[in-house]
T-cell receptor
């Protein structure tokens, strides 16, 4: 059974600092997703990673995938307050279309 | 192009009542997924439907929960005889048909927050 673990679960950062969120998954998956959720809102798709070594960047966020280690990272560069949200990683199940989500990382960027 | 539409946004029910949650997928999408999010937890898959078919219901509780996606109209998640433990946010997602299906990018609605008193 596919399981997804994120850490840390809570992250308090100073503006301008860098940090990384880690996402481990337990069995084979051919696709890894990162989503952002603001309080009381829906999930916004950030990245889709499909192959080993894939790296995608959007603004201050960069996501990477290592399928051999079953690890994806979301790196935050020079954090700003607007990045405060909950970030989820999700892995696609080997069979079928369902996504298995991590518990989420609550990110708070302090001025 | 309107996104995934869910209604109601908030639903309050007393124990024993029925809850009906509606989801209209994005235009052109024929794959619908329901997820449940308990407070301070990640989303848990419940069911995957295509028009008039349930494809995967491995995450659905065995009793009281049902889902449908009729030929016409929105997808419905129905919870009968609700209990306090059903209080959660219920998210619907849809994905497109065609080649993009391989990427399986799921677009989420804003969710229905169910509170059971």
């Amino acid at each position: 059974e596919l399981k997804v673990e994120q850490n840390p679960l809570f992250l308090s950062m100073q503006e301008g600092k860098n940090y990384t969120i880690y996402c481990n998954y337990s069995t084979t998956s051919d696709r890894l997703y990162w989503y952002r959720q603001d309080p009381g809102k829906s999930l916004e798709s950030l990245f889709v990673l499909l192959s080993n070594g894939a790296v995608k960047q959007e603004g201050r966020l960069m996501a990477s995938l290592d399928t051999k280690a079953r690890l994806s990272t979301l790196h935050i560069t020079a954090a700003v307050h607007d990045l405060s949200a909950t970030y989820f990683c999700a892995a696609g199940a080997e069979y079928g279309n369902k996504l298995v989500f991590g518990a989420g990382t609550i990110l708070r960027v302090k001025s | 192009n309107a996104g995934v539409m869910q209604n109601p946004r908030h639903l309050v029910r007393r124990r024993g009542q029925e809850a009906r949650l509606r989801c209209s997928p994005m235009k052109g999408h024929s794959h619908v997924y329901w997820y449940r999010q308990l407070p301070e937890e990640g989303l848990k898959f419940m069911v995957y439907l295509q028009k008039e078919n349930i494809i995967d219901e491995s995450g659905m509780p065995k009793e009281r929960f049902s889902a449908e996606f009729p030929k016409e109209g929105p997808s419905i998640l129905r919870i009968q005889q609700v209990v306090r433990g059903d209080s959660a946010a219920y998210f619907c997602a849809s994905s497109p048909t065609g080649e993009e299906t391989a990427l399986n990018i799921q677009y989420f609605g804003a969710g229905t927050r169910l509170s059971v008193l």
